[in-house]
Protein backbone atom coordinates (compact mmCIF):
# COMPACT_ATOMS: atom_id res chain seq x y z
CA UNK A 1 0.00 0.00 0.00
CA UNK A 2 1.74 3.38 -1.08
CA UNK A 3 1.07 6.71 0.17
CA UNK A 4 -1.79 8.01 -2.39
CA UNK A 5 -4.04 4.68 -1.35
CA UNK A 6 -3.47 5.34 2.50
CA UNK A 7 -4.46 9.08 2.05
CA UNK A 8 -7.83 7.93 0.36
CA UNK A 9 -8.54 5.80 3.81
CA UNK A 10 -10.83 7.51 6.25
CA UNK A 11 -9.44 8.33 9.85
CA UNK A 12 -10.97 5.34 11.73
CA UNK A 13 -9.39 2.71 9.15
CA UNK A 14 -6.00 4.51 8.96
CA UNK A 15 -6.08 4.03 12.84
CA UNK A 16 -7.24 -0.02 12.63
CA UNK A 17 -4.42 0.35 9.74
CA UNK A 18 -2.40 1.27 12.57
CA UNK A 19 -3.10 -0.88 15.63
CA UNK A 20 -2.62 -3.92 12.77
CA UNK A 21 0.71 -3.02 12.07
CA UNK A 22 1.67 -2.58 15.95
CA UNK A 23 0.11 -5.82 16.75
CA UNK A 24 2.02 -7.57 14.00
CA UNK A 25 5.64 -5.70 15.03
CA UNK A 26 5.09 -6.94 18.44
CA UNK A 27 3.90 -10.42 17.45
CA UNK A 28 7.40 -10.40 15.52
CA UNK A 29 9.32 -9.23 18.41
CA UNK A 30 8.45 -12.30 20.69
CA UNK A 31 9.34 -14.88 17.97
CA UNK A 32 12.40 -13.09 16.92
CA UNK A 33 14.31 -13.73 19.42
CA UNK A 34 15.31 -15.46 22.79
CA UNK A 35 13.89 -12.33 25.37
CA UNK A 36 15.59 -14.22 28.42
CA UNK A 37 18.92 -13.83 26.86
CA UNK A 38 18.11 -10.07 26.03
CA UNK A 39 17.22 -9.18 29.59
CA UNK A 40 20.35 -11.09 31.35
CA UNK A 41 22.27 -9.19 28.88
CA UNK A 42 20.32 -5.93 28.92
CA UNK A 43 21.19 -6.05 33.09
CA UNK A 44 24.86 -6.05 32.73
CA UNK A 45 25.10 -3.75 30.25
CA UNK A 46 22.53 -1.58 31.81
CA UNK A 47 23.75 -1.44 35.24
CA UNK A 48 27.68 -1.37 35.19
CA UNK A 49 27.58 -0.49 38.70
CA UNK A 50 25.47 -2.14 41.27
CA UNK A 51 24.70 1.05 43.10
CA UNK A 52 23.72 3.28 39.96
CA UNK A 53 20.45 4.01 38.51
CA UNK A 54 21.47 2.51 34.88
CA UNK A 55 22.23 3.61 31.59
CA UNK A 56 19.26 5.41 29.19
CA UNK A 57 16.91 3.49 27.26
CA UNK A 58 18.97 1.55 23.72
CA UNK A 59 17.78 -0.19 20.58
CA UNK A 60 18.13 -3.96 20.87
CA UNK A 61 17.39 -5.73 17.27
CA UNK A 62 13.94 -4.63 16.75
CA UNK A 63 13.20 -4.05 20.69
CA UNK A 64 13.27 -1.14 22.86
CA UNK A 65 15.50 -2.10 26.98
CA UNK A 66 14.33 0.09 28.85
CA UNK A 67 16.48 -0.13 32.52
CA UNK A 68 15.21 1.31 35.52
CA UNK A 69 15.78 1.13 39.41
CA UNK A 70 15.29 2.33 42.77
CA UNK A 71 18.20 2.63 45.55
CA UNK A 72 17.56 3.07 48.43
CA UNK A 73 20.24 5.56 50.37
CA UNK A 74 18.00 5.53 53.87
CA UNK A 75 15.01 4.32 55.19
CA UNK A 76 13.25 7.84 54.62
CA UNK A 77 15.77 8.44 50.81
CA UNK A 78 16.09 7.39 47.46
CA UNK A 79 17.06 7.59 44.15
CA UNK A 80 15.22 6.26 40.96
CA UNK A 81 15.39 6.19 37.73
CA UNK A 82 12.45 4.81 35.04
CA UNK A 83 11.10 5.41 31.33
CA UNK A 84 7.71 7.01 30.59
CA UNK A 85 6.64 5.42 27.00
CA UNK A 86 4.23 7.19 25.21
CA UNK A 87 2.52 8.64 28.76
CA UNK A 88 2.86 5.59 30.63
CA UNK A 89 5.29 3.79 33.04
CA UNK A 90 7.04 1.18 30.52
CA UNK A 91 5.95 -1.54 32.90
CA UNK A 92 2.48 -0.44 32.66
CA UNK A 93 2.85 0.26 28.18
CA UNK A 94 0.45 -1.51 25.95
CA UNK A 95 4.09 -1.91 23.60
CA UNK A 96 5.39 -4.02 26.64
CA UNK A 97 7.27 -7.51 25.67
CA UNK A 98 8.22 -8.39 29.44
CA UNK A 99 9.27 -6.45 32.54
CA UNK A 100 11.84 -8.16 34.97
CA UNK A 101 12.65 -7.15 38.37
CA UNK A 102 16.01 -7.97 40.22
CA UNK A 103 16.10 -6.97 44.27
CA UNK A 104 19.41 -7.04 45.88
CA UNK A 105 18.81 -8.88 49.28
CA UNK A 106 22.49 -8.57 50.49
CA UNK A 107 22.46 -5.03 51.28
CA UNK A 108 21.25 -3.28 54.14
CA UNK A 109 19.27 -0.83 51.94
CA UNK A 110 17.19 -1.33 49.46
CA UNK A 111 17.93 -1.63 46.04
CA UNK A 112 16.22 -3.04 42.86
CA UNK A 113 16.83 -3.15 39.21
CA UNK A 114 14.29 -3.69 36.02
CA UNK A 115 14.67 -4.04 32.56
CA UNK A 116 11.64 -3.88 30.36
CA UNK A 117 11.52 -4.60 27.11
CA UNK A 118 9.43 -2.66 24.34
CA UNK A 119 7.95 -3.19 21.08
CA UNK A 120 8.18 0.31 19.69
CA UNK A 121 6.59 2.25 16.42
CA UNK A 122 7.86 5.10 14.44
CA UNK A 123 7.49 8.19 16.17
CA UNK A 124 7.10 6.60 19.64
CA UNK A 125 8.20 8.74 22.47
CA UNK A 126 10.60 8.21 25.34
CA UNK A 127 11.36 9.96 28.58
CA UNK A 128 13.99 8.82 31.58
CA UNK A 129 12.71 10.47 34.57
CA UNK A 130 15.28 10.36 37.39
CA UNK A 131 14.26 11.32 40.67
CA UNK A 132 15.29 11.15 44.19
CA UNK A 133 13.28 11.07 47.51
CA UNK A 134 13.17 12.37 50.62
CA UNK A 135 10.57 11.46 53.28
CA UNK A 136 8.22 10.23 50.99
CA UNK A 137 8.50 13.36 48.43
CA UNK A 138 9.61 13.01 44.75
CA UNK A 139 11.91 16.02 43.84
CA UNK A 140 13.09 15.29 39.46
CA UNK A 141 16.64 15.49 39.17
CA UNK A 142 16.17 15.54 35.27
CA UNK A 143 14.63 14.32 32.11
CA UNK A 144 15.49 13.16 29.10
CA UNK A 145 13.00 12.50 25.73
CA UNK A 146 13.82 10.53 22.82
CA UNK A 147 11.82 9.58 19.37
CA UNK A 148 12.45 6.27 17.99
CA UNK A 149 12.79 7.06 13.98
CA UNK A 150 13.87 4.62 11.49
CA UNK A 151 15.14 2.11 13.91
CA UNK A 152 16.64 4.69 16.56
CA UNK A 153 16.43 6.45 19.53
CA UNK A 154 17.15 10.12 18.67
CA UNK A 155 17.70 12.34 22.01
CA UNK A 156 15.13 15.13 21.53
CA UNK A 157 15.65 17.24 24.98
CA UNK A 158 16.54 17.20 28.37
CA UNK A 159 15.20 18.92 31.11
CA UNK A 160 13.72 18.73 35.10
CA UNK A 161 11.09 20.77 35.85
CA UNK A 162 8.09 18.10 36.71
CA UNK A 163 7.22 15.28 38.85
CA UNK A 164 5.69 12.08 38.89
CA UNK A 165 4.83 9.39 41.21
CA UNK A 166 5.48 5.79 40.99
Do not use: Y
Not at 69 to 77: E, F, G, L, P, V
Not at 135 to 160: A, R
Amino acid sequence: MDKIELEGLKDEELFELQNSISEVIKQRNLKKGDVDEIIDSAFNVGFPKMDAVGLNPWVEGSLIVCPGARIDKSQTRHICKFVVADDDWSWESQHMISDVIRRDQSSKHFKQHSITLISPFEGMVLQVISQKSQQGKHLVDGIESFTFKNGKLEKTMTKSSRSRDH
